[in-house]
């Protein structure tokens, strides 16, 4: 089996588990998305979805957070970790968003990932769920499990994304990224994976080796 083949197992096989997938994190402006992605990196989407309302009530538009001191914003965010740096990256990006884009977030890859703070993975997301390109979204539970299945090689998520874009086809690549930190979560988990839960036990080269 090739990989392309077994990829495409991989898509309908999830694809039966999780029918209907979105983003995990709450938002309702376009600017709201880039900033909950930021506040993600090594915070769980549940702490972050807790956060942001009163985030977003505080400063309810990219000029609020572009004029906002980073000392207040790091008060709300300061459960996220990282607030520091999470603060001073979205007071920034905000900046530049109104100043060079004039308060609109960028569709694409190349543009958004010139914001301050803002990666491969925080770009794909948002070209994919907000304008709907076709996009590779390689977070931790992305990278394991795609390793684990015999997808992809190595945890440089630059890389691993060239990888499964060459075998994903593209208008699968995002809602095949969202079933995957669903299922990373619920049953191939990092520690404990539930591997006689799991759907895609027959197909995955670490089961095969156990």
Partial sequence: MTKKQKAA???????????????????TKPHELLIATRLSA????KR???????????FPSVEAFANAEVSEVEEYIRSCGLYHTKAQDIVEMCRVLKDVHGGTVPDSIEELVKLPGVGRKTA??????????PAMVCDTHVI??????????GKDAVQVEKQLRAIVPPEEGLCL???????GRGVCSARAPKCAECALSEICAE???K
């Fill in 207 to 209: 089961h095969k080796k």
């Fill in 177 to 183: 990224c969202h079933r995957l930190v669903w299922h």
């Fill in 124 to 133: 794909n997301l948002i070209v994919g769920d907000l304008y709907g390109k």
């Fill in 9 to 27: 197992q991989v898509i309908e096989l999830l694809k039966q588990e999780y029918p209907e997938v979105k983003c995990a994190l709450l938002y």
């Fill in 42 to 45: 090594q915070c769980t989407d």
């Fill in 48 to 58: 972050v979805n807790l956060v942001t309302p009163a985030l977003f009530e505080r």
């Fill in 144 to 153: 394991r499990l795609t390793n684990r299945l015999g997808l992809s090689q």
